[in-house]
Every structure is written in C-alpha cells, then in structure tokens.
C-alpha cells in the first residue's frame, strides 16, 4: 500500500483565493511526522510546514495551513491568499516513529495560480 | 556551506558509462540522503548515511548503483554502466543527527538531472 497518497495530480487557483492540497497516508505506527514541501520549477525542496501525531493542534506557518484530521489519516494542505509565486509542485511527505531513516514521499500536486 | 550543493546540475551521458554524482551537504550535518525523482513521480529513497557509514542502502535499485561519504561529509552517488531508465533527477538531503523526535525536516539540495542516451 501507499504511505503517501495524493489524488490531485494538477489544480488550479485564482490569485488571492485559498486552496486545498490533499494528502492521506498510511502508517500503523504510532509516532509519525507529516510534512509538505515545495517544489519550484528551478527543482529545489522547500520545506512548508510541519505536523507530528501527536501535536493537539493543527500546524500554521504564514499563508500555510496543515489540516491535520488523524482519524481519518488525512493532512491536506491550505494555501490562504494565492500568490503567483506559490505556482509549484507540492509534495506532502511522512517520516515514521522517532528513528525513521526515509521520508515517504507522495507523487505531487501541481499548482498553477491563474492572475 | 550555506546550503546542500549538488554537482553537476545536469549530466548528460551515453548509454552504458560510468556517472559520478556529488553532494555537498550543509556543514555539521551528519545525515545524508540521496533520492531520485523521475519525470512525473515522487521521491524514491535511495540510501541513508549516518557519519561515514551507510545504514540503510534500501533504496538502490541495482548493485550498479553505489554511493559513499568521506570526512562526514561530501557524498558521492555512482551509476555504473547506466541505462536509459536511469534519467531522473537525483536529489541529496542532509539534516542533523538523526533525530529523537519526528520534527525534522530535511535541507534538499537542487538536485542534478541525470539524462541518459
């Protein structure tokens, strides 16, 4: 099975709209972390945004947003205020238990921000 | 350095030679990662470092790939003999020592796009 499982391959937004990136994973351990990613056309990883299982509330860093809902294994990401900029592919990433060697990589969500 | 640095960027090869690609990962990171990413897809882990040695070479897909880290830091990934499906980009990570906690995340260098003809 997937651990990491991203079902839209491309979306579309209007600048200064918000937007919804899903990510649903699978793990039966009880310590994880989940982390989404940002992946410009110039192909470097930027890291976004931060949720660890056991974190009551849900991550926010700027215009990001983790929508962590753990019963349902889902972490979607919210993009508030579409800028141009955010045109990008998105990765959201697991890495289990405290001595996880990998990252979990899904396949991406490509991001276009129409002005 | 100031952040991972990888080298070349691009690398175009012919069909069955050999390929060396470099990471130059963040100074004190004693964690290095190397994965590739091909047109379309996500990340597939290739191996791990910790210091020199190599827990965790999981990921290589074939024993013509291999990969080592002298001095606790610089890292090199070598193609042997490479194919065609072998295109991909190739990115390093590194971090600080592995982690007790999960809330870590990885520094990514900007990778080298490695195209076999």
């Known amino acids: 099975a997937q651990k990491i499982t991203q079902t839209q391959p491309g979306m579309f937004v209007q600048e200064k709209e918000a937007v919804t990136l899903d990510c649903t994973y699978d793990?039966?351990?009880?310590?994880?972390?989940l982390f989404w990613y940002k992946q410009p056309s110039s192909g470097e990883m930027i890291f976004l945004i931060y949720?660890?299982?056991?974190?009551?509330q849900n991550a926010t860093e700027g215009r990001y947003s983790l929508n962590f809902q753990k019963a349902r294994k889902s972490a979607n990401l919210v993009i508030s205020a579409s800028q141009l900029g955010d045109s990008a592919m998105y990765f959201c990433?697991?890495?289990?238990?405290?001595?996880?060697?990998?990252?979990?990589f899904g396949t991406g969500t490509s991001l276009t921000v129409i002005p | 350095g100031a952040g991972v640095s990888q080298s070349p960027s691009n690398k175009v090869t012919e069909k069955g030679k050999d390929v060396e690609l470099r990471c130059d990962p963040i100074?004190?990171?004693?964690?290095l990662y190397w994965y590739r990413q091909s047109l379309g897809q996500g990340l597939e882990f290739l191996i791990y470092?910790?210091?020199?040695?190599?827990?965790?070479k999981s990921g290589l897909p074939s024993d013509r790939f291999s990969a080592e880290r002298t001095g606790g830091s610089v890292s090199t990934l070598t193609i042997q003999r490479t194919q065609q499906e072998d295109s991909a980009v190739y990115l390093c990570?590194?971090?600080?020592?592995?982690?007790?906690?999960?809330?870590?995340?990885?520094?990514f260098g900007s990778g080298t796009r490695l195209t076999v003809v």
């Open positions: 990570a590194s971090s600080f020592d592995r982690p007790r906690a999960t809330n870590y995340g990885y520094t």
């Open positions: 793990t039966s351990d009880p310590s994880y972390g």
């Open positions: 949720q660890g299982s056991y974190d009551q």
């Open positions: 990433a697991m890495r289990e238990g405290p001595t996880g060697n990998q990252f979990y």
């Open positions: 100074s004190g990171h004693t964690a």
């Open positions: 470092f910790q210091g020199n040695s190599a827990p965790d």
